[in-house]
């Protein structure tokens, strides 16, 4: 069974960091895209960024161009989504998935909230 868990939500002020970590069980990792997606009260869901499976290419939302990178590890099985220069906007439960596009994804993780406030 494949599992997807998510960590290093937090709460951090405004132009701080967070690092988050997707790790991934019961496949190795380059079977998959993998895709961040957020969603905050009250608003849809949306991508965040997406790294794919075979040429490890990446692709950003124009909200977090310049800000956020996206990585993978495959010895560790965990793809990372390093946020800089955070904003108040980017408060959200973020979640990773094994698809770049949502209703595409097979399997998701539970989220982790990320909170940008003062």
């Known amino acids: 069974q494949v599992q997807l868990v998510e960590s290093g939500g937090g709460l951090v002020q405004p132009g701080g960091s967070l690092r988050l970590s997707c790790a991934v069980s019961g496949r190795t990792l380059d079977y998959y895209a993998i895709g961040w997606f957020r969603q905050a009260p009250g608003k849809e869901r949306e991508g965040v960024s997406c790294i794919s499976s075979s040429t490890g290419r990446t692709s950003y939302a124009d909200s977090v161009k310049g800000r956020f990178t996206i990585s993978r590890d495959n010895a560790k099985n965990t793809v990372y989504l390093q946020m800089n220069s955070l904003k108040p906007e980017d408060t959200a439960v973020y979640y990773c998935?094994?698809?770049?596009?949502?209703?595409?994804?097979?399997?998701w993780g539970q989220g982790t909230q990320v909170t940008v406030s003062s």
């Open positions: 998935a094994t698809s770049c596009v949502a209703p595409r994804a097979g399997y």
